[in-house]
């Protein structure tokens, strides 16, 4: 079993940037691929950014590339998303889920936390 807890979410103004961090309990983080899904009022939960379980590994969604970067502490047990360049479409409720999995598709994704809310606004 694998509890997770988001925080970092804010109001940031347009170009702006925020650190999500997302600490994770249990001694077996290492053995999970992490993952970072946002989810806008009115609109399907969507994946962002994901990293394999020594973190070797990411993979971003076409809307984020270039702007956010995921990446994880395991001696912390901590997963983080650096959020650069932000725009009033990235406004959602952040969540970071963990898996045995590499992958993009929320099915994957077994554990997740309660989310972080993140508006970006003038």
């Known amino acids: 079993q694998v509890q997770l807890v988001e925080s970092g979410g804010g109001l940031v103004q347009p170009g702006g940037s925020l650190r999500l961090s997302c600490a994770a309990s249990?001694?077996?983080?290492?053995?999970?691929?992490m993952a970072w899904f946002r989810q806008a009022p009115g609109k399907e939960r969507e994946f962002v950014a994901a990293i394999s379980w020594g973190g070797g590994r990411t993979y971003y969604a076409d809307s984020v590339k270039g702007r956010f970067t995921i990446s994880r502490d395991n001696a912390k047990n901590t997963v983080y998303l650096q959020m650069n360049s932000l725009k009033p479409e990235d406004t959602a409720f952040y969540y970071c889920a963990a898996s045995q999995k590499f992958g993009s598709r929320r099915s994957e994704y077994d554990y997740w936390g309660q989310g972080t809310q993140v508006t970006v606004s003038s």
């Open positions: 249990g001694r077996t983080f290492s053995s999970y691929a």
